[in-house]
């Protein structure tokens, strides 16, 4: 695995939730065919109507309002 080292500004009082959700999507990219794998394992378990692109929709939103709810 390669290492990559990113400097960027970011406004006062984010600096350690935007290295933690740095850090967060970094682990996502890592393990993404392991999580793909279980997923696909997973398949047809879950009982909804929702679309798999609904539930990574979904997913997403969560992990932003909680960024965003962060002081």
Same mark, same amino acid.
């Given at each position: 695995?390669?290492?990559?080292?990113?400097?960027?500004?970011?406004?006062?009082?984010?600096? !350690? +939730?935007? &290295?933690?959700?740095?850090? @967060? *999507?970094?682990?996502?990219?890592?393990? #993404?065919?392991?999580?793909?794998?279980?997923?696909?394992?997973?398949?047809?378990?879950?009982?909804?109507? !929702? +679309?798999? &692109?609904?539930?990574?929709? @979904? *997913?997403?939103?969560?992990?932003?309002? #909680?960024?965003?709810?962060?002081?």
């Amino acid at each position: 695995m390669g290492e990559v080292v990113i400097q960027v500004v970011v406004p006062d009082g984010y600096e !350690k +939730t935007f &290295k933690k959700e740095v850090e @967060e *999507m970094a682990k996502y990219l890592r393990n #993404r065919e392991r999580l793909k794998k279980k997923m696909e394992k997973l398949f047809g378990v879950l009982k909804t109507d !929702k +679309t798999w &692109k609904g539930m990574k929709r @979904e *997913m997403y939103e969560g992990r932003l309002a #909680r960024y965003l709810d962060s002081p």
